[in-house]
C-alpha cells in the first residue's frame, strides 16, 4: 500500500478521509459568524469581516475559549444549528472527508432558553440534507464543557439521555484543563457507557501526561483528543503503543492555542516514530485558519509519505463505526490509494 515517493497535493486531496476530532461550533467560518451576529444583534460579534477575523487571532488557549464563547451566541434557533451541520457537511466534502465525528456542546444552547429538542432537531435535519446531498457521513459526539465542572456534564449527560438524539455515538470532555480534574467526571462517563455511548475525551493538551493516565483510568477514554504531553512520560508512551490507544492530533490548533510552541517542536513526529497510532484532524478550523486538507500537508511534511498514509488509514480504523462500515471505507480508501500511485 505504502508508496515510496512522496504524495503530492493533488494525491492528498482525492484520498478518502476521516476525521475525528472537529468541533461543530468551532467549525463556523467567520461569514457566517459575521451574518448570524448581525442577524440576531449580537453585540459581541463585530461588524466586519476584516475584524471578525481578526477576533479568531488568538493570544492563549483561555482568549480562544472566550471567543468560542462568542461564537456560539449567535446560534439561537433550529435553522441555526440544521445550517451549520450542513454547512460543515459541505465544507468535509470539498476536502474529501468521507466520514467525521464532530463534537457539540449542547449545554452553551439549552443555558440560552434554546429547547433541546430545537437543537438537535436541526442538527439531525442538516446531517441528513448533508449525507443525502455530499455522501458524507457525520456523527456527533456531546461534549462536556470542562470549565463547568460537576454541573456541566450532569447537564451534558441528561440532555443526552433525556432525548436520545439520533446521530450522537460519544460523550467527549472539553474545554480548559486546568482546574477540571478528570476523575470527577467518572461516573457520568460511566452512566454514558452503560447507556451504550462510547468515551472520547480530550486529555494532556494544556496538562501533564497525568491528565491522559486519569482520561484512561477513570474516564474508560477509547481515544485521547490532542494529548500533546504524553511524550514526557515513557511509561504513557509505552502503555499507549502496547495497546494502540488512538491519539487524535490537530496541529494549527495546537500551534494556535500554544499548546506547543512551534511547528518545529510539534511532537506529533515522535508520537509516530515511537508507534503511537495517531490521526488527523483540524479540531476548530475556521478559527484556526485551517483545515483538513492543510492539516494533512503539514502531517505529510513532518511525517513523510508512510506515516502519514498510515495515519489517514488510521482515521477510519479508529473510527466509531461498526467493523463492516468500517470495511467499506478502507476499502475505498486502499482502492483510490492505489489507483493514485500506480
Request: charged share 25%; with cysteine; glycine share 8%.
Amino acid at each position: 500500500m505504502t508508496p515510496l515517493h512522496p504524495l503530492t497535493d493533488q494525491a492528498l486531496a482525492r484520498l478518502p478521509k476521516a476525521e475525528l476530532h472537529v468541533h461543530l461550533e468551532g467549525s463556523m467560518p467567520p461569514e457566517t459568524l459575521l451574518e448570524l451576529g448581525v442577524r440576531h444583534g449580537v453585540d459581541d460579534v463585530p461588524r466586519t469581516l476584516d475584524d471578525v477575523r481578526r477576533l479568531f487571532e488568538f493570544r492563549d488557549f483561555a482568549h480562544f475559549i472566550e471567543v468560542y464563547l462568542i461564537i456560539v451566541k449567535v446560534l439561537q434557533e433550529g435553522a441555526d444549528f440544521a445550517a451549520l451541520a450542513y454547512g460543515k457537511g459541505a465544507e468535509l466534502a470539498r476536502h474529501n472527508v468521507r466520514y467525521a465525528e464532530i463534537f457539540f456542546t449542547s449545554p452553551l444552547h439549552t443555558d440560552r432558553g434554546i429547547p433541546a429538542s430545537e437543537i438537535f432537531g436541526g442538527l439531525e435535519e442538516g446531517r441528513q440534507r448533508a449525507r443525502a446531498e455530499f455522501g458524507v457521513e457525520m456523527v456527533f459526539m456531546a461534549d462536556i464543557p470542562g470549565e463547568r465542572g460537576i454541573a456541566g456534564a450532569e447537564q451534558t449527560l441528561q440532555e443526552l439521555l433525556d432525548n436520545r438524539p439520533p446521530g450522537f455515538v460519544a460523550l467527549g470532555l472539553g474545554g480548559p484543563e486546568i482546574g477540571t480534574p478528570r476523575p470527577q467526571f467518572a461516573p457520568f462517563f460511566e452512566a454514558a457507557i452503560a447507556e451504550g455511548y462510547h468515551s472520547i475525551p480530550h486529555a494532556g493538551e494544556t496538562t501533564g501526561p497525568r491528565t491522559i493516565w486519569d482520561a484512561l483510568e477513570y474516564l474508560h477514554a477509547e481515544r485521547i483528543g490532542h494529548g500533546t504531553s504524553l511524550l514526557e512520560d515513557p511509561a504513557l508512551v509505552e502503555y499507549l503503543v502496547r495497546e494502540q490507544v488512538p491519539v487524535d492530533v490537530s496541529v494549527t490548533s495546537n500551534l494556535c492555542t500554544k499548546a506547543a510552541p512551534s511547528l518545529a517542536a510539534h511532537p506529533l513526529p515522535r508520537m509516530a516514530e515511537a508507534g503511537v497510532n495517531v490521526t488527523v484532524n483540524s479540531d476548530d478550523p475556521p478559527m484556526f485558519n485551517t483545515d483538513i486538507s492543510a492539516e494533512y500537508r503539514i502531517a505529510r511534511d513532518l511525517l513523510g509519505t508512510e506515516k502519514l498514509l498510515r495515519a489517514a488509514r488510521a482515521g477510519f480504523e479508529n473510527s466509531l463505526l461498526p467493523e463492516d462500515r468500517k470495511a467499506v471505507y478502507l476499502k475505498e480508501f486502499d482502492a483510490v490509494l492505489g489507483k493514485q500511485l500506480t
